[in-house]
């Protein structure tokens, strides 16, 4: 049984930083790839991330490069999202999702970004 | 602007068919595996197809999945009340190193 929980969501302002984890139980954690998706409200799925299964390789949607930075501890079954300098339509759903076709997904974590 | 293209909206009567198309191009759906998710609203993504045409663990057979060209297509069959969801397509982009998802596409079963 594999899953995953993500944490650390909340109401930030703009311009302030926040850190996504996503936790893994059940599975071998250092044997794949992690992506990070988010969801706008009302609106369709966005890649955000991708990090290797050894966190030797990561890549990042325009949007999010240079603000956003994926980290993972496999020792501790850990992924995390580093957000900073938050912006107004940073507000999302955010998704950890497991392996190349992302097979698992956690329940997600709200976003907002607001004054 | 999804860099894959999904109809907006599809519908159809319980029991009939209904297929979901999503277009890319040469450098993601033309080259990659695609995927196929079904969300309920409320609810994460659930994987529904996998390297174009094969089923997770649980997946009934009414849900299928092909790829020709540039094209990936859903097909569910002997649709049910509990299909109704929003359907995404989506692969990597070997050209913008993304991962890139179609804009989804809203089931409405009559």
């Known amino acids: 049984q594999v899953h995953l929980v993500e944490s650390g969501g909340g109401v930030v302002q703009p311009g302030r930083s926040l850190r996504l984890t996503c936790a893994g139980s059940?599975?071998?954690?250092?044997?794949?790839?992690i992506h990070w998706v988010r969801q706008p409200p009302g609106k369709g799925l966005e890649w955000v991330s991708v990090?290797?299964?050894?966190?030797?390789?990561?890549f990042y949607a325009d949007s999010v490069k240079g603000r956003f930075t994926v980290s993972r501890d496999n020792s501790k079954n850990t992924l995390y999202l580093q957000i900073n300098r938050l912006r107004t339509d940073d507000t999302a759903v955010y998704y950890c999702a497991g392996n190349d076709s992302l097979s698992f997904w956690g329940q997600g974590v709200l976003v907002t970004v607001s004054s | 602007q999804s860099v894959l293209t999904q109809p907006p909206s599809v519908s159809a009567a319980p029991g009939q068919t209904v297929t979901i198309s999503c277009a890319g191009d040469s450098s993601n759906v033309g080259s990659l595996f695609v995927s196929w998710y079904q969300q309920v609203p409320g609810t994460a993504p659930k994987l529904l197809i996998y390297d174009n045409n094969r089923r997770p663990s649980g997946i009934p057979d009414r849900f299928s999945g092909s790829k020709s060209g540039t094209s990936a297509t859903l097909v569910i069959t002997g649709l049910q009340a509990g299909d109704e969801a929003d359907y995404y397509c989506?692969?990597?982009?070997?050209?913008?190193?993304?991962?890139?998802f179609g804009g989804g596409t809203k089931l409405t079963v009559l």
């Open positions: 990090i290797s299964y050894d966190g030797s390789n990561k």
């Open positions: 989506g692969t990597w982009d070997f050209n913008l190193s993304d991962g890139v």
């Open positions: 059940g599975i071998t954690f250092n044997t794949f790839a």
